[in-house]
């Protein structure tokens, strides 16, 4: 173009005249603008306010200090979250039961009662559960933001996340993520350069989250009493290790080099009023409502559909009869060979010979594609399709008891095995709606939901296969 | 004696003498107010003694090793500091003309909030948008933004809070985004708040702004913490030379950001002596570089751009190096 050419040409001829390059010739005359006009306006008295939130950095990034000090903080911040959270948790768990019964009761029997009763509720119920931990948890995030202390959590794990190509920033949405993924990908937008921002956010679905506690709990407790916190840990460490690879993976293939510098400003301490920690904490949980609420809606209802057609002839006689414990106040139990029957069981049925070589059953094919939505529901379509009691124990032992031949002698590694594949496929529909909106890439969400799911295949793969050679 | 920034020992000062690497870090490094001649103190270095965090025009900034090392320092010896002052400074009287205010006498006014971060930014959106009739939250490609819409003497004002940035280069998307949000929304009004405990790198940003050629109105926030540290301002004598009033605010307690809005609405309404244009004074070979750009510039065909109004800006911008505002052009 000729106007670049003229450009190019004016700044290589300043850049002869001058020792500086034109650019900085620029940078200087705009800062010898502003010198020149505060010379004559400004007057200073010498006392700086960063004295104070210097004093206040001798203590929190101190050499030995800052990273214990750090990891209480976090521990801190989820004790509260899910202890003093538990409360209401609990609240809202038995006020949609209640809410779910006496639907139930009111409503006339037929497709749209169970639509509400066996779809909706349970489905948004079982996700808007979790509001208080992520109220809570958004209250502390809010309050450290607002501090100044996160620019210096990043400030002190930087190095450490820098081997993996990573940001200090990156480090407090991946400990949110233990929690919930969903605030993790909000949280990253703190991260100022694309590449960083993007790259936390695939990496984010490995951490193992709160829902998926459920779903080790029950196999755990069945088939390895005597390993328990071994087999966990192994667990969120499989979790960490893929989401550090993957960061180095996806740094080297799918960006180019040119890093942005690690620039950060760190902010002097200050108390943030009450006001406006609530006011931020607001504006995090609103977004959270506004973008989980129709996902999570949308998504239960054709789960929901999927379980539920066709009502053949054959097992509608059993539903009937099942319907008799209505007067007692419980819900409508879906009958196992209904599940079966349905266009979720035809289709975990007919996908099985993809997960039989991972020694998965159809019916942990069935309970992988109902837990798409949120993974705590794996533990509840495997209880019904094993027809077990509730507990996690009966559901665990119902399932050990009806092992085809072949696992028999395979089971603990077949629970090994599913427990991987839970922990790394698929992020629920919620982490990848924000995604989608954060990321502002179908492309990207796509990418990281075939990625996850990929990885999650190949290495339970792996641990089965593998693992049958010695057992 | 020249040392490498990442070698100065903690608590010693030094000034910087030269700044490597590429044209695209020495400009983000600038912004931050690592420029030669400005003096430079080592705070600390992180656990693993990587990065590290200097004190450079009053802010604590953070940078790894790698970077420091590009940035070449001789130590000041102890009792010589020099409050960090920039060696070369030229005055700062600009030429300057009236400035045209975009129809006047409207009644809806867009006001786009641009500032650095951490500056308080939000905290006067907040403050503003508090009898909000509407706020939106949108997370976009890749910023996320956030509007208000309330009514002050007859009028109807829309606020836009854009993302903090620390210039208005092409350096990252955010500051993409903000650049292009003031050239093709054409807000009637530019808020730029300000961290009045960082003046002088608060101000680049404003600088940047002159060059656009656009309206402006300053907050000057956290002015009580300004007050605290026994600084002084003779602000109307600061917003005559830039030809921008200044408001001081203290947004987190909603002090001064009606009178904040109340100037804006006399500046619509031309009522506001202090608006004119001033054009920050470059080096005399720049100054013909940019003179000679913008006639060019001002017969080129550009479909969303007034091109005439903003003619320095993209001069300057040329010269930089950056071209990416070509792009605007067929």
Known sequence: MELEEKARTSIAHIDN???????????????????????????????KKHDISRRIDNVLTHNVFSLPLFFSIILLVFYFTFSIGGYPVAWLESLFDLANGG?????????????????I?????????????????????SFLEDTGYMARTAFIVDRIMHRAGLHGKSFIPLLIGFGCNVPAIMATRTIEDRRNRLLTMSIIPFVSCSARLPVYVLFISAFFSSWKPLVLFSLYLTGIIMAWLTAILFGKLLFNKTETPFVMELPPYRLPTPKAIFQHMWFKTWYFIKKMGGVILFASVIIWALGYFPTGIEYSGKITEHEEVIPDGNVPVREP?????SYIGRLGKWIHPIFKPLGFDWKMSVSILTGLPAKEIIVSTLGVLYQADDGFEAKGNAFKGSEEEIFKDRSMLRAFSFMIFTLLYFPCIGTLAVMRKESGSLRWTLLTLGYTTLVAWITSFLIFQGGSIFV | MLIKLSDLKKGDRGRIERVAGDERFRKRIAELGFVTG????????????????YLVKGAHISLRNTEARKIEVTITPKGQEDNGKNSKFISSHGSSRKMDIPSPGKKVIEIALVGNPNCGKTSVFNYASKSREKVANYSGVTVSMKEASFYMDGYHLRLVDLPGTYSLSAHSPEEEYVREYLMKKNPDIVLNVL???????????????IDMNVPVVVALNMYDEFRNQKDYLKYDKLGNMLGIPFVPTIAKKGRGISALFKKIIQVIEQKEESVRQVNIPYNVEIERAINSLQDQLQKMPAAEINVVRYSRYYAVKLLEGDFTVLDNFS
């Open chain 1, 17 to 47: 005249l001058f020792t500086e390059s034109t650019s900085d010739l620029i940078t200087d005359d705009k800062y010898g603008f502003i010198e020149g006009a505060l010379i004559e306006t400004l007057v200073q008295g010498g006392q």
């Open chain 1, 121 to 141: 509720i349970p489905g948004v119920g079982a996700v808007a559960v979790f509001l208080p931990n992520i109220i809570i948890l958004f209250l502390f995030i």
């Open chain 2, 38 to 53: 400005v003096e430079v103190e080592s705070i600390r270095k992180a656990p693993f003694k990587d990065p590290g965090a």
């Open chain 1, 103 to 119: 639907l139930a009761r009111l409503l006339p029997e037929g497709i749209f009662r169970d639509l509400v009763t066996q779809g």
């Open chain 2, 195 to 209: 961290d009045s405990t960082k003046l002088e790198r608060n101000l680049y940003l404003t600088t940047q702004l």
């Open chain 1, 337 to 341: 060979v209904q599940i079966e029957n």
